[in-house]
């Protein structure tokens, strides 16, 4: 949180200026979509043609000719408008379904400009969210941009002023009635103690530390904890997650590493005993500054002896990455990956069986009109560091996303929001639309592609209620020529920032690329080495959610080797042939005697080979499935896989004694037949992986590395 004090004054939140948070934040970029409103949205099943003629009275700007800016694709773009379908799979989720029309837009002045955002609502992304829309009560217009998530400050010292004393009724109005009108899910955060609950061994800093963290949650001495247990009670099933404090490896927090340590335990404590299904967030890790304080938290958490018991006190990671993963050269994704999640596996014993989630709780970027100032971004660097900084998030795995912030809370030194103050919405607000229609609610997994040589970035999120969906950008200083590897769908739509969209086909002569020129990356004015905001992304969605089809090829009934070859065949649907399976996964089990099966065995997933030689142990039958993917990441369930079977017999020969002719001067020694010693079955995905191949006279080829996501998590 970029430094704010709550306050609740009569019927508002008033929440006071905010500091400036580093020497500047790197920006992003967003790409866009038709946004078209919720009725007219069209099936998942539904055809490009389907798609363009479901819209209906809704204009589209048709971009620019590729002399008129080099942002568009290198070949002549097949102009067809195109409907998103994850607002329909939004709107099948009773939860987050909107009824339709447009959110109240009361004290609107007649002079906003008219915007995507004035004549729709797209459907509300179960992962995205924004930070404080209680200002001048924005909920109203944060589920207009598609958001579902707010966060919000409950500070102790406006809601517990004085010892023994608790008053909700001002955060009752003012915060969860219009959330739960607009059908907005609150994150609560539990910091800011008073005076008279402080720790007067410690400096206040932008808040004091609670006193008496020492003392059990449930002791009356320990403030902290009453008051933590009294809020998670008063909102109990209706706030499903509180993030405990903010940043606190930062001069949030002026006491130890292991003070803090001590204050997730008995904040955890108390709200599991109010409510033990709401979710505790370790309060957001700022970029990854103090490294030291940082471990210490972890390390005083991995130490507790009551910590395995617990999850170590917190459920989910907030980080507020900022300008992280976007712009930077040198440190480009490494503060999620080799520093926040290596530090947690370092410092907790379980995390690597047992990881934690991470939730994405600020991130943004401040912004001036006129660009004069080198930290600032202008208002379309803004709008293409939302989309940037969400699709990075995304790829590192981050279950949630709040954007910092709504509107600018009357801030004119330090403007961070989507809004202005009277409303008026920046093109970053459109953005936030754009992502939140384009980029997926889920997906399986997500790959990255960093090109150093010429600064191109791709990040393409597989299996997705869309298809695959990119998005690529460009970080460095000169204009790129970039080839963009297709899938087998023959042409694929490209949604820019401010919700252009259109068809394209491929550019190059063997039909296997989209050639892009990207412009230079925006705003070199805060750091020479690298750009604040990179070019303004393209979304690039290829509509293909049609998952394969595959087998293993029969086997025989018995196999009188030690080994066998299994063999994947199958079609790629719609195209219908072979060459867009991409990947398989490949089971097996053993089955007795009686017929009783063992779990199915991993053998490899998401493997580019088609082929695999299968070591089994003699007397045993073996069930084999497999399932292909295809380039867009759909693959069938396995409940529709055919299992292949055969059964390990092995012949052993006996041994065979020497002939003997007259009479032996000598006894002469037998020699048996050695025996073919049958080779153990592979127990293990991790045997499977690094032992087998040895035994394989097929080639390995090496994957791209990729990575596994989980989906939406609770709360």
């Known amino acids: 949180m970029r430094l704010y004090r709550g306050a609740l004054q009569s019927s508002v939140i008033v929440i006071v200026q905010y500091r400036t948070i580093l020497t500047g934040l790197i920006v992003a970029a967003v790409l866009a979509t038709n946004c078209q409103s919720l009725p007219n949205v069209a099936a998942p099943n539904t055809t490009l043609a389907q798609s363009a003629s479901s819209v209906v009275n809704v204009p589209l700007n048709q971009p620019p000719s590729k002399a008129a800016s080099v942002s568009q694709p290198d070949t002549l773009p097949l102009i067809e408008p195109f409907v998103s379908y994850a607002a329909a799979s939004w709107l099948r989720n009773a939860h987050l379904s909107n009824q339709g029309g447009n959110a109240s837009r009361e004290g609107v002045p007649s002079s906003h400009p008219p915007s995507l955002s004035d004549t729709l609502m797209v459907a509300q992304n179960p992962k995205l969210g924004m930070n404080f829309a209680n200002y001048f009560n924005m909920y109203p217009e944060l589920r207009e941009a598609g958001g579902s998530h707010e966060r919000v400050e409950f500070a102790m010292k406006v809601l517990n002023p004085s010892p023994g004393s608790f008053d909700y009724r001002t955060y009752e109005s003012q915060v969860m009635s219009p959330a739960s009108q607009n059908n907005i899910e609150v994150l609560g955060i539990l910091a800011n103690p008073p005076d008279w609950a402080a720790d007067r061994r410690y400096a206040k800093g932008h808040w004091w530390v609670p006193a008496n963290l020492d003392l059990a949650w449930n002791d009356p001495q320990n ?89 170590y006190f917190f459920d989910v990671m907030g980080h507020h990455p900022y300008d992280v993963g976007i712009c930077n050269m040198q440190s480009e994704g490494d503060l999620i990956d080799n520093y926040l999640r290596r530090d947690m596996r370092t410092f907790l014993p379980d995390e690597t069986d047992n990881a ?33 900084s969400y699709a990075y998030a995304l790829d590192k795995g981050a279950e949630r996303f709040y954007y910092f912030r709504t509107n600018d809370a009357d801030s004119e030194i330090e403007p961070w929001g989507l809004l202005k103050n009277n409303r008026t919405r920046k093109p970053g607000f459109t953005a936030f639309q754009v992502m939140a229609q384009w980029l997926p609610s889920r997906h399986v997994w997500s790959s990255r592609s960093m090109r150093w040589t010429n600064g191109v970035r ?13 998005v690529i950008w460009n970080a460095s200083r000169d204009t790129v020529t970039y080839d963009f590897p297709m899938t087998e769908i023959p042409s694929a739509t490209v949604i820019e920032q401010d919700g252009r969209s259109y068809t394209i086909l491929p550019s190059t002569g063997d039909n296997r690329s989209y050639r892009f020129v990207l412009p230079p990356a925006q705003n070199w004015r805060w750091n020479r080495d690298y750009c604040q905001v990179p070019s303004k992304p393209m979304i690039i969605v290829e509509s293909d959610i049609v998952p394969p089809t595959g087998q293993i090829l029969p086997l025989p009934a018995v196999i009188t080797t030690t080994d066998v070859v299994l063999t994947m065949s199958g079609r790629d649907e719609p195209v219908g042939n072979a060459t867009g399976l991409r990947w398989w996964d490949l089971q097996y089990r053993v089955v007795q005697p009686n017929g009783q099966a063992s779990t199915w065995s991993q053998i ?34 396995w409940s529709s896989a055919i299992i292949a079977s055969t059964t390990f017999s092995i012949e052993l020969s006996t041994p065979t004694p020497l002939p003997t002719i007259g009479t032996p001067i000598a006894t002469a020694t037998t020699t048996p037949t050695p025996t073919q010693t049958p080779i ?36």
């Open 604 to 637: 490899f997933d998401r493997d580019e080979r088609n082929s695999y030689r299968f070591v089994g142990e003699n007397g045993k039958r073996y069930d084999f499935r497999a399932r292909p993917h295809d380039g867009a990441g759909n693959v069938p369930d």
């Open 458 to 470: 791709r990040i393409s999120f597989y299996g997705t209620n869309l298809g695959r969906i990119s």
């Open 356 to 388: 934690h989630r991470i939730w994405v709780t600020e991130t943004g970027i401040r912004v001036r009109e006129d660009g004069a100032f080198p930290e600032f971004a202008t208002p379309e660097e803004q709008a293409s560091y939302v989309i940037a």
């Open 223 to 311: 403030h902290w904890g009453q008051f933590v247990f009294r809020t998670a009670s008063q909102f109990k099933g209706r706030i499903k997650a509180w993030e405990v404090w903010n940043e606190p490896n930062i001069e949030f927090w002026p006491g130890p590493p292991e003070l803090f340590a001590r204050l997730m335990k008995v904040s955890y404590q108390a709200i599991k005993a109010a409510d033990p299904n709401a979710i505790v967030v370790l309060g957001g890790i700022f970029h990854y500054q103090n490294i030291g304080n940082i471990q210490g938290i972890l390390r005083a958490l991995g130490q507790d002896p009551e910590g395995p018991a617990n999850r």
């Open 680 to 715: 153990p079955p592979i127990s293990n995905t991790f045997m499977v992986r690094q032992f087998l191949p040895l035994l394989n006279n097929l080639p390995r080829i090496r994957l791209t590395q990729t990575k596994l996501q989980d989906s939406m998590g609770g709360g």
